[in-house]
């Protein structure tokens, strides 16, 4: 495992274990199985609905709090400023911990940006107390960024964003790079190119040729591949998986390299369509998704 270091000086392992869509009841084992095959990084959220459980798996396993880097994100019904306070409360009350390692805001609200902003602020004011380690935010384009550090004092420290070898972003990885900000990639082995309902059901990247040519050449996986290109260029990965081989499979890949050729080869297959949503549609309706209390 390789550790990164975000710009306030807090460090993270590389790469963690995601539990978008892990079902609550498998979800405690998923992040027990990851912690004995050592992982030392979950990203969750609240809209996930499974803080509480990743909380049982951390609690299962029994690890020190300060030996695990706990991420997890605000879902924008609690956007504003005493909102989102009290949503660290419930994201903490649930996970049973006192601090978080890293708060995000789960994506902006372009439609309602000033209760963004306010959201962000209340992420300051958490850092300013100690209760969280380093905060950030996700699904922010360029635009978006700017639009926050106009308005905001701390550069976020990460900005999860849709990174896979058929849409990485390179605008937005270059903005956050600017910035001195972490580009961490979620579906990092393509989730969202495969996940039913989603796109056409035709082009995942788990089926690519190129992937499984270079793949083959390493005696890798696919996943394996689009995760060392994930690490290799610098990038936070969260993959998810509630199957043990997968999860124990994903974590293993610190001993091989990819060349530069092969590098560029995956940089070749960006198709720069977004898998996921739009940052910029306007989706009333997740504001009245309502987020429980622990
Ligand atoms: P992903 O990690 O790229 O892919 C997950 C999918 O791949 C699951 O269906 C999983 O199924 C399968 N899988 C896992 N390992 C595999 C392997 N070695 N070989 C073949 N299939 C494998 O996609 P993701 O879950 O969308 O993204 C990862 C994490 O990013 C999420 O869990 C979440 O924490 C975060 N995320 C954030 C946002 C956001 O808006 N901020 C959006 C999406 C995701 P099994 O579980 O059955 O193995």
Not at 25 to 52: C, F, K, M, P, Q
Not at 116 to 125: P, S
């Amino acid at each position: 495992m390789i550790d990164l270091t975000l710009n306030n000086g807090v460090t993270l392992p590389a790469l963690g274990l995601g539990v978008f869509q892990s079902p609550p009841e498998e979800t405690a084992a998923a992040v027990d199985a990851a912690l004995r095959i050592g992982y030392r990084h979950i990203d969750t959220a609240a809209a996930y609905r499974n803080e509480r459980q990743v909380g049982e798996g951390l609690r299962r396993f029994g690890i020190p709090r300060g030996d695990v880097f706990l991420e997890t994100k605000v879902w924008v019904s609690d956007y504003g400023y005493d909102k989102t306070l009290h949503a660290f409360e419930k994201a903490t009350g649930k996970l049973g911990v006192d601090t978080l390692d890293l708060l995000i805001l789960h994506q902006p609200a372009p439609t309602r940006f000033d209760t963004t902003i306010a959201a962000y602020r209340a992420l300051e004011t958490l850092l300013a107390e100690g209760r969280v380690r380093s905060i950030g935010v996700s699904n922010f384009m360029p635009h978006h960024l700017d639009a926050l550090l106009a308005e905001t004092d701390v550069v976020p420290a990460v900005n999860q964003v849709e990174v896979h070898p058929y849409f990485a972003q390179p605008d937005v990885q270059a903005a956050d790079a600017a910035h001195g900000i972490l580009t961490q990639a979620w579906s990092p082995i393509g989730g969202i190119t495969f996940y039913p309902g989603w796109g056409d059901g035709t082009h995942s990247v788990m089926d690519d040729p190129t992937i499984a040519e270079i793949a083959a050449a390493h005696g890798r996986t696919p996943a394996q591949v689009m995760l060392r290109w994930g690490i290799q260029q610098g990038r936070s990965v969260i993959p998810k998986s509630v199957n043990p081989e997968r999860i124990a499979a994903n974590i293993d890949v610190f001993d091989f390299v990819l060349d530069a050729g092969e590098v560029a080869r995956i940089d070749g297959l960006d198709t720069g369509m977004r898998g996921g949503p739009d940052p910029d549609q306007p989706r009333d309706a997740f504001f009245d998704v309502v987020i429980d209390e622990p």
